[in-house]
């Protein structure tokens, strides 16, 4: 469990964090949204202790990370990927931090294999892949089996069999019963797999809300696409509906496909287009932050 | 104690840190031929800690430290500990081969 509490940062005048609040439940993989410089990193920094925050709480488990029992034990954390010595193996890298967080060399075994990493284990990761950087990377996170995975950018650098195996790994971590905080401004991928959204911008948090309510909650629309827009256009707006385009199409809200083709009938249009229409993930997120 | 042994393997397990052991016993070797051993051993066992702490920075992996051990002073102990361990096997084996050198010479 993570709760983030009125966290603010700030640097000499600069703002980094504002009041930011948000949790991460057990069980769901939460999505935490920005883009570049909106304050993400600087958040998971204080969260995972690297950083100390101007007032406010981030708290594991109910603690700050710095009084965990075992914080290997208990958090996993992906933070910057490629974080090793690159004239250091594969399985000496995990052997390494697994010393430092007391778990055993058939864990490490374990690991590479479940990371697909067993065949290059003896190849020193400065020549790793930035996909394969990312495997080792998850694969230092889970060392000590913690129950809480915090990951910035775990995506980076895989290829869409690599995403395939990342998502599948933090689904099975969550229906196991664990917390899982992602950060990314990877929308379209993060769609597929987060259950809880909190977006963030300027260090302020716009959203917090499941991911069915963002993607679906919005208002739905039509795409009409017809001979006469503007006759279209007028004869829609007539009834009440709102009414935008793009040049090519119509975005219509406020009117089911039923009536909207009753409409264009009545106006003897011709339609070739009709879609129903729910904005996505990435479009509430640009209306939130303004569309930078 | 789990910072240092990982401090400790790691350093034995890169090979620029034992290229630099080679060289820093190499150096207390010809600096036993001429009786101040201990003097280039210790300045050795010194630049070999540095160059692995500052690696640590340089590519960025002292923040998985950080994240095993928050408690940064317990860190910087294991870091001088296991330093002065590094210093102290290097400073015997230049020893031994500064005392096997004045014995072959008489």
């Known amino acids: 469990m993570i709760h983030i509490r009125q966290l603010t940062k700030t640097y000499g005048r600069v703002t980094a964090l504002d009041d930011v609040t948000f949790s991460a439940v057990p069980g769901r993989v939460t999505g935490f949204l920005g883009l570049n410089g909106s304050g993400k990193t600087t958040t998971l920094r204080i969260l995972l202790g690297l950083t100390r925050a101007t007032s406010g709480a981030a708290l594991i488990n109910g603690q700050p990370y710095r009084d965990l029992d075992s914080p290997s034990r208990q958090v996993g954390a992906v933070l910057e990927q490629g974080i090793s010595h690159p004239g250091q193996t594969g399985r000496d890298h995990l052997v390494t931090q697994a010393l430092l967080s007391g778990a055993g060399r058939a864990r490490v075994e374990e690991l590479l294999s479940y990371v697909g990493l067993t065949a290059a284990a003896r190849t020193r990761t400065a020549e790793y892949s930035l996909g394969m950087r990312q495997r080792l990377a998850m694969a230092t996170a889970l060392l000590g089996s913690p129950s809480v995975l915090v990951l910035d950018e775990p995506g980076n650098g895989l290829d869409p069999s690599g995403m395939a195996w990342l998502r599948g790994l933090l689904r099975e971590h969550a229906s196991n019963g664990g917390t899982v905080l992602l950060a990314s401004h990877l929308l379209a991928e993060l769609e597929q797999l987060v259950d809880d959204v909190v977006i963030i911008a300027d260090g302020r948090v716009r959203l917090t809300a499941p991911l069915v309510e963002v993607a679906g909650g919005g208002v739905p629309r039509l795409r009409v696409r017809g001979r006469d827009p503007h006759r279209l256009w007028q004869a829609f707006e007539r009834v009440g509906a709102t009414v935008t385009t793009d040049g090519r199409h119509l975005y219509v809200s406020g009117l089911s496909a039923e009536d909207a083709g009753d409409i264009a009938l009545h106006v003897r249009v011709p339609v070739y287009e009709l879609v129903p229409e729910t904005p996505n993930l990435e479009e509430v997120f640009l209306n939130l932050v303004g569309g930078r | ?106």
Do not use: D
Request: net charge positive; hydrophobic share 60%.
């Open chain 2, 1 to 106: 104690m789990s910072v240092l042994r990982s401090e400790l393997y790691r350093t034995a397990t890169l090979r620029s840190s034992r290229l630099s052991l080679v060289v820093a016993a190499a150096v207390g070797l010809v600096a036993g031929w001429f009786g101040a051993w201990w003097l280039l051993a210790g300045l050795g066992a010194l630049a070999v800690a540095v160059l692995t702490t500052v690696r640590r920075y340089r590519h960025r992996s002292a923040i998985l430290v950080f994240l095993g051990q928050p408690n940064r002073l317990r860190v910087l102990g294991a870091k001088c500990l296991a330093a002065a361990l590094v210093a102290v096997v290097l400073a015997v084996v230049s020893e031994v081969v500064a005392l096997l050198t004045s014995l072959t010479t008489g």
